[in-house]
Structures are given as structure tokens and as C-alpha cells.
């Protein structure tokens, strides 16, 4: 049996992005996926998210979203693929909201181009938005739209590129600790010395197994594309990626990019669901919230979506990454609760799970990303 230097487990944008900085770096890697590539059955899919540099208080991500433009660039060289659209990002909420003075300070503490918008010049620059007059909007120049889709697949493309071996439509069964670790799938039996695992929502059913037990909670999110009345209103040169965070608000939007004359907007929160029957979970709630919201707050769209698509968040309760080895056997990575944020972060992810793996000192403190902080005892659970 051969012996791999890594094998990383699930292929979604933080494995993917792990597995081509090893073999980038000259690693035997194999990376697999359980289900035949590529699907819509994760966190990965679809065809944009946002990205911007504002953190807050977690600083930490902050400083790695700075190197995270950097690396995107250089795997859009790589590639041959566009993967950015920079149209900017719109945050909006009253002056005294945590999430809009944490994104002004942060914008400003890292020097990011950006503007501080009072109501009525909300008002003038986007005439789509029927905001609230005690609001306030922070635009972040160096924000805008990431092309999922497209990324995944260019990591993919240069992993394989880079001489790693992918297998989809193969699930994991079992993993064997030990100096080196064994990986049984439903295809077949392979050894490594290192092992990541990126496996999004299956991290509630797979780190268990390894008596690793931290309160993961997976989400439905309810990805909900509504049809301009005014074709062309919200285009990417007129309306920017966008945020509206409020005691009761947590709603994101992205321009109309994906289905000609659509805008994706959705509540940033959703029911819990197993990922294995993520169908079953009662989104009515959330449709009719959305429904209020976009008939208030955005009455140049239709009130009604057109289309409903969904997604899965991993969250922690405190919102913030797993970024680990194994308590026990040090040769397991484990990338996991990435919360819905992690996607733009992938690149830098990717270089830090695999510098672990390469017994490298990571490039970032990953000190608020330990998972000594989520285990529970079995008491607990």
C-alpha cells in the first residue's frame, strides 16, 4: 500500500485549497470527496460569495484577509480564471451597531480605502434601498464578489496540476490513528503520515468517531434569488455586495450576477439540520422573514423569490475557525466551524492546514482557533 505524505478529506474550498499548497509544496497528497464532483450538497457551492477585509474585534482575520487578496490573485494568475469582482461591499446598520463600528475601525486601523456614507448619501448612491433614517453605510473599496464555483474548481485544477491525486464519489468509513494513518473508504484502504480533515458539516459525524467532541452546529441557509422590477438596477457597477446587520437584521446580497435579472438575498441565519437529511428542515420561517424584509428594505425587487437554492454554515459558538491538530495524535489536522465566513479566508486556510502539516510554524497565531476551547466533557454532551 502506498504511503501518502497527506491525505486530505473532503474537497470543498478548505480542503481544496490545503491539498494544493502541499502538493504545490511537493507532498504526496490525495484528496477525497465523498460525493462525485462537482455537487451542491456542502458549503462550497454556488456561484458567488462575498469577500471584504473588515473584521472587528477578530483582528486575527483581519490580517489574514490581507494576505487572502494577495493569494487569490496569484491562483487567478494560475489558473487563467477571473475570480473577483471588485464592486465594492456595502455594510449598513445604526451608527452605535457593534458590526458597523468594528468594520469603520478595522477599515481604518488596516488602511483599507473606504467611506463612511451618513443616510442621505445612502440615499443618493442607491436609490434600490429603502433603509431606515437612523442608518448609516460603510463602503469597503476593496471588497466585492468571489466566483465560488469557479475557485473551487481552479484549486482543483492547479492541485491536480501540481501532481496530487483527487478521488470523488469515495466517503471515509473509518480512520485508524497511529505514526501513520489509516483511511478506509467505501473503494478502497490508504496510509498516511498526516491527515487533514476539512469535511464542513460531516465534522458533527466524523470527529466523534475520533473522540473529538465540540458543539458544532449545522444550518440550513436558504439561498434566495428575487427578480428586479427595473431591469438592470442592481448591477454590479451600481450596486455593491452588501450587509444590513441590526439587533434583528443579519441579511446579505449580492449583486445580479448568477440568473439574469435576479439578486441572491438571505438571512445570514437558518434551522438546524443534519447534513445527511438537510432537506427535511422547516425553512418557512425563513422565506417569510425574507419575504418582510424585502418588500421594506429592497422594494425594487419582487417580493417573492424566484428561486430557492440552499447551503450549509458548520457554526462554533463563538463564531470563530478550528485551526488544529488532533489533542492526541498530533498527524490529524483538523480544519473545521468555519461559520459562514471561511470561504473568502480559504486561501490562507489552506496555507496554514498544510504548513501544520508540514510540521511548519503557521504563518498567523492561531490562538483563538485552538480546539481545546469547544471540547466537552462526555457529561455534557
Not at 449598513?92 to 475601525?105: E, L, Q, R
Not at 438546524?272 to 437529511?277: G, K, L
Amino acid at each position: 500500500m502506498a504511503l501518502y505524505d497527506a491525505v486530505v478529506v473532503g474537497a470543498g474550498i478548505e480542503g481544496s485549497a490545503t491539498a494544493y499548497n502541499l502538493a504545490k509544496n511537493g507532498q504526496r497528497t490525495l484528496l477525497l470527496e465523498q460525493f462525485p464532483l462537482p455537487h451542491s450538497r456542502g458549503s462550497s457551492h454556488g456561484q458567488s460569495r462575498i469577500t471584504r477585509v473588515a473584521y472587528g474585534k477578530d483582528d486575527h482575520y483581519a490580517n489574514m484577509m490581507k494576505e487572502g487578496g494577495k493569494l487569490w490573485r496569484e491562483l487567478e494568475r494560475e489558473s487563467g480564471t477571473s475570480l473577483f469582482l471588485n464592486c465594492g461591499c456595502l455594510a449598513v446598520g445604526t451608527p452605535d451597531n457593534p458590526f458597523i463600528k468594528g468594520t469603520i475601525s478595522s477599515l481604518a486601523r488596516h488602511r483599507v480605502n473606504h467611506d463612511v456614507l451618513s443616510y442621505k448619501n445612502l440615499q443618493n448612491r442607491y436609490p434600490m434601498l429603502s433603509l431606515p433614517p437612523d442608518h448609516v453605510g460603510v463602503l469597503d473599496y476593496s471588497g466585492g464578489v468571489l466566483m465560488a464555483d469557479k475557485a473551487l474548481q481552479a484549486f482543483q485544477k492547479m492541485y491536480v496540476r501540481y501532481g496530487g491525486e483527487l478521488r470523488d464519489g469515495e466517503k471515509v468509513i473509518n480512520i485508524i490513528p497511529g505514526s501513520d494513518v489509516t483511511i478506509i473508504t467505501s473503494k478502497g484502504q490508504y496510509k498516511a503520515r498526516k491527515l487533514v480533515l476539512t469535511v464542513g458539516p460531516w465534522a458533527t459525524k466524523l470527529l466523534p468517531q475520533l473522540g473529538i467532541h465540540i458543539p458544532l452546529k449545522v444550518v440550513l441557509i436558504s439561498v434566495l434569488y428575487w427578480k428586479e422590477k427595473t431591469a438592470g438596477e442592481f448591477s454590479s457597477d451600481r450596486f455593491p455586495a452588501f450587509i444590513h446587520d441590526g439587533e434583528d437584521i443579519h441579511v446579505y446580497a449580492l449583486p445580479s450576477l448568477e440568473y439574469p435579472g435576479h439578486v441572491k438575498v438571505c438571512l445570514h441565519v437558518g434551522p438546524v439540520t443534519n447534513p445527511d437529511s438537510r432537506d427535511k428542515a422547516d425553512t418557512r420561517e425563513v422565506i417569510t422573514e425574507m419575504q418582510q424584509y424585502v418588500s421594506k428594505y429592497m422594494p425594487s425587487l419582487k417580493s417573492t423569490p424566484s428561486i430557492i437554492e440552499t447551503c450549509m454554515y458548520t457554526n462554533t459558538p463563538d463564531k470563530q475557525f478550528v485551526l488544529d491538530h488532533h489533542p492526541a495524535w498530533k498527524n490529524i489536522i483538523i480544519g473545521a466551524g468555519f461559520s459562514g465566513h471561511g470561504f473568502k479566508l480559504s486561501p490562507v486556510v489552506g496555507k496554514v492546514l498544510s504548513e501544520m502539516v508540514m510540521d511548519k510554524s503557521p504563518s498567523y497565531d492561531l490562538a483563538p482557533c485552538q480546539i481545546d476551547r469547544l471540547i466537552q466533557p462526555k457529561s455534557q454532551l
